[in-house]
T-cell receptor, first 110, second 112 residues
Framework: GQNIDQPTEMTATEGAIVQINCTYQTSGFNGLFWYQQHAGEAPTFLSY????GLEEKGRFSSFLSRSKGYSYLLLKELQMKDSASYLC???????????FGRGTSLIVHP | DADVTQTPRNRITKTGKRIMLECSQT?????MYWYRQDPGLGLRLIYY???????NKGEISDGYSVSRQAQAKFSLSLESAIPNQTALYFC???????????FGPGTRLLVL
């Protein structure tokens, strides 16, 4: 497998910033996805990184370091609706199919 | 209208029964996938298909089979359901570049 490691649960305050980390095995790496999943709903795409660096998209940013096998998702100006599970999903070359981590459950409180 | 649909949305069945979960998509994608999700275990790949004549096993294919009836349809069957197949099942699609996956709404299956 990809030995994907991300925290099980995080809590944060509305309006704050939170960073969700993910580490993975680097062998054959070919891109990393972040998905958001609200309870009982389908995962939805947030970001895709294939090169090192930070990709910013509105309140959400995703960072990748290929040499370190490390990525993070940064959520700014947290809103209550950001309470969800965030799935880190690296993929290897060849099949191009991502492997999903167990997800980080983010709880945003007032 | 939803691009990826799944039927049924909820299903209760008994041990030993055969059931089929269906997935249809209007995105025109060639690649389709079936995942199951269990609490604390994340999404795990059951089967995937890169085109109509291509079927591949994922990491947890035992006890499951699939059929790719057309580009737009990919069905998952449980030949003889068992309680540990109780889970939330998702179908997904992606384009030829294999990037962003689009997920259906999920089927919640309970095997008694």
């Amino acid at each position: 497998g990809q030995n994907i490691d991300q925290p099980t649960e995080m809590t944060a305050t509305e309006g704050a910033i939170v960073q969700i980390n993910c580490t993975y095995q680097t062998s054959g790496f070919n891109g990393l996805f972040w998905y958001q999943q609200h309870a009982g709903e389908a995962p939805t795409f947030l970001s895709y990184n294939v090169l090192d660096g930070l990709e910013e998209k509105g309140r959400f940013s995703s960072f990748l370091s290929r040499s370190k096998g490390y990525s993070y998702l940064l959520l700014k100006e947290l809103q209550m609706k950001d309470s969800a599970s965030y799935l880190c999903a690296p993929r290897r070359g060849g099949s191009y199919i991502p492997t999903f981590g167990r997800g980080t459950s983010l709880i945003v409180h007032p | 209208d939803a691009d990826v649909t799944q039927t049924p949305r909820n299903r209760i069945t008994k041990t030993g029964k055969r059931i089929m979960l269906e997935c249809s998509q209007t995105k025109g994608h060639d690649r389709m996938y079936w995942y199951r999700q269990d609490p604390g275990l994340g999404l795990r790949l059951i089967y995937y298909s890169f085109d109509v004549k291509d079927i591949n096993k994922g990491e947890i294919s035992d006890g499951y089979s699939v059929s790719r009836q057309a580009q737009a349809k990919f069905s998952l069957s449980l030949e003889s359901a068992i309680p540990n197949q109780t889970a939330l099942y998702f179908c997904a699609t992606s384009g030829l570049d294999g990037e962003t996956q689009y997920f259906g709404p999920g089927t919640r299956l309970l095997v008694l």
